[in-house]
């Protein structure tokens, strides 16, 4: 076989339309052989004798698209010392743009291949939608579990990336508003052994093993590189329904695990380079899995950065949003928000312009930073989430930290010059109870897993209505559903930016299981079956999409002040209790309330128009009343508002077609557990 010597840069195997050039990097290696595989599975094995900053690579001529390959690494193996070099194993590449098959935990060489791929693909007139954070809509989704029982999707297709293209699909996402779908991991990732061993699956993905290759059980089309394109056709789809593409990435750890896990790829080539190790050469662990990246050596940080590019320039996607963000932040032990990483990204001209959501918080000490990210960054919200929830279940000393969530959370974001949409505001999320079982269950119910119940979080902060599970009782099932217009409509009126998880506008249960990471089964895909019984519920989404995008007053692009601004009298927001009295210190300190308005003024929005002046909007009374009785509000003074019409009511699933205006000073009743918008009406 003809060897040239290639160059050791881009690293991975990249076809230049006449061969492939090979460039691995191990600081440790003492030899390295590239292994070919033919059809038949036979390997040719051709070492790399060039070396060039720790990067050994060559160019192969005549070598091209679907050649499936991997590497043979000759070093050390003293794990005291963090070496763990086996010329045994068949390494995957770091950079395989494609990976074939799957782990057979009962090989040695585990059954998967890199695979070289084709970088050409017709992108057309492709272009990012580059949607205003403040004008998102995020739709956080699992690829299989989104699209497998979708009546709508030729059965071929379901739980595929083409599948997530489908028409069927693009219309529900668009008719609920959907501006941006993030989907969960789609980095090829493996299957635990003792998931497999039991009959189970790592379904939710969070155990990367290539940073660069979409995950090859979602495709339709094959393996051997067609992954790479029915991603990159999805992309494309979604784009020209103006929706954006936002990743769910993993760089923290890998599928390798701890001790006992498997030699797949990083371990095997350079595992002191890759990995946090003691001074003992064992992992430090501060995911929960088993082992930390060591983001603080260089050619992790190349590793991760190339990536995100890679992601970005080829793959066309429009963000990420980073699982356990803080662990990436750990420069030594401490969480440290200036860490290399971050400056990295900050003066990246490629990863700097997409949208970066962090999951701010990781299992290691200090890890919980929420709000301590960089100005760049936007967050996973958790105290908005749990604050939403206490507010909604009922439970006392909850109104302060409520209002704070519900403007923005300004207490954790004004400070370093971030705006109200660096909060991503969530009620429900791939972790946890879905929207359904939230009002359904008081506890977890995880028998499924086969862990004894043990795993899953036990703070829910969750309300089942008075029945666990499942109920016969009309009055118990009214309640559960506004409970749950309730929670939708604080999301989708908010400041900040809403994100919706797969299938809660749908009823989606996982009957009260609340870590379904390992369930791919029907307890975790959407079951679009329920979408008849639950289209007053899908309706009212919708409702609430339209109404958030028609009025940028829930969008707004800075924070409140609590004072006249824009040119207007009135301050840009007010709290009244509800006797119609503006809110003072004592009344925000009183344990027991569970009730107030808010005044919204469309009037002193200081954002320019584009087409020339300020954006005016109308003016909204949002009426809360998460008491377990009705309330009656007095309206507030007439200077905020001659008269008033009921946009919405949580209390009843639609609305009546025609609505009597309220007049300052008229008392309101809110029913029990409901909201009520009012709309100002125009001064005659």
């Known amino acids: 076989m003809e060897v040239w010597p290639g160059h050791p840069y881009p690293l991975g195997a990249n076809y230049d339309g006449s061969g492939t050039n090979f460039a691995l990097f191990s600081k440790v290696a003492e030899r390295v052989e590239l292994c070919l595989f033919a059809e038949d599975g036979a390997e040719t094995r051709v070492e790399l004798r060039e070396v060039d900053a720790f990067v050994w690579h060559a160019h192969l001529p005549r070598v091209g698209p679907g050649q499936r390959y991997g590497y043979r690494v000759h070093g050390p193996h003293d794990p005291a010392a963090g070496h763990r070099c086996d010329p045994g194993r068949l390494l995957l590449d770091p950079y395989a743009k494609a990976i074939e098959g799957s782990i057979d935990w009962d090989e040695p060489d585990h059954g998967m291949r890199s695979v070289v791929v084709s970088p050409y693909f017709d992108w057309g007139a492709d272009r990012p939608p580059r949607i205003a954070y ?20 030729p059965a071929e297709m379901r739980g595929t990336y083409s599948a997530i293209a489908h028409p069927a699909v693009i219309e529900h996402l668009t008719r609920i508003g959907v501006t941006a779908i993030e989907l969960m991991p789609v980095h090829q990732f493996a299957h635990d052994e003792r998931l497999v061993r039991r009959g189970l699956r790592n379904y939710w993905g969070y155990n990367t093993i290539g940073f660069f290759a979409p995950h090859n059980e979602y495709a339709s089309a094959g393996d051997r590189g067609e992954q790479v394109t029915e991603f990159k056709g999805m992309v ?13 990435v993993v760089y923290n750890h890998t599928a390798e695990g701890g001790e006992g896990g498997p030699t797949l790829c990083f371990r095997g080539i350079d595992n002191a380079s890759y990995y946090r190790l003691d001074g003992r050469g064992n992992y430090i662990d501060t995911t929960g899995t088993g082992n930390s990246m060591l983001v603080r050596d260089p050619h992790v940080l190349q590793l991760i950065m190339d990536s995100l590019r890679y992601w970005v320039s080829e793959m066309h996607v429009d963000g990420f949003r980073f699982d356990l963000a803080a662990a990436l932040a750990r420069e030594l032990h401490d969480v440290d928000k200036l860490a290399a990483f971050f400056d990295l990204v900050q003066q990246d001209p490629v990863v700097s312009q997409v949208k970066l959501i962090a999951e701010p918080w990781d299992v290691g000490d200090g890890g919980y930073q929420v709000g301590n990210f960089p100005p760049l960054w936007t967050e996973w919200n958790g105290r908005y989430r749990d604050a939403v929830r206490d507010f909604w279940r009922g439970r006392q000393e909850t109104l302060p930290e409520f209002a704070s969530r519900l403007t923005g959370s300004s207490d954790l974001y004004q400070d370093d010059g971030r705006r109200p949409v660096a909060s991503i505001n969530f009620v429900t999320c791939h972790d946890g109870f879905t929207l359904a079982d939230l009002v359904s269950y008081d506890r977890k119910h995880n028998e499924a ?9 036990d703070d829910n902060r969750s309300w089942n209505c008075g029945v666990e599970g499942p109920a016969d009782d009309p009055s118990v099932s009214a309640l559960r559903n506004r409970q749950r217009r309730n929670l939708l409509t604080t999301l989708f009126l908010s400041q900040g930016v809403p994100m919706l998880s797969h299938g809660d506008e749908l009823g989606r249960t996982q009957r009260g299981n609340n870590n379904a990471y390992c369930q791919d089964t029907e307890l975790a895909w959407v079951d679009w079956d329920t979408a008849g019984e639950n289209e007053a519920l899908l309706e009212y989404v919708e409702r609430l999409a339209r109404l958030r995008r028609g009025h940028p007053v829930f969008r707004r692009r800075r924070f409140f002040r609590g004072r006249p601004v824009g040119g207007s009298d009135l301050p840009d927001i007010a709290w009244f209790t509800r006797s119609g009295e503006e809110m003072g210190p004592r009344d925000w ?25 300020r954006i005016r909007d109308d003016s909204f009374l949002m009426l809360l009343n998460a008491h377990d009785e009705d309330v009656r509000f007095t309206l507030p003074p007439e200077a905020y508002g001659e008269s008033w019409v009921k946009e919405l009511d949580t209390a009843v699933p639609r609305p009546p077609s025609e609505e009597r205006p309220v007049k300052s000073g008229d008392r309101v009743r809110v029913p029990a557990r409901s909201i009520q918008l009012l709309r100002r009406c125009p001064a005659p």
């Open 134 to 153: 403040q004008d998102s809509v995020i739709y956080e989704a699992h690829v299989r579990g989104l699209t497998l029982r979708h009546p709508g999707v």
């Open 236 to 248: 494309k789809a979604l784009h020209e329904a103006g929706i954006e593409v936002i990743l769910d």
């Open 449 to 457: 897993n086969g862990e004894d119940n043990r795993d899953g979080s």
């Open 589 to 613: 300190a009183v344990d027991s309330a569970r009730s107030l308005a808010v005044f919204l003024n469309g009037d002193a929005i200081t954002e320019p128009d584009p087409r020339g002046g």
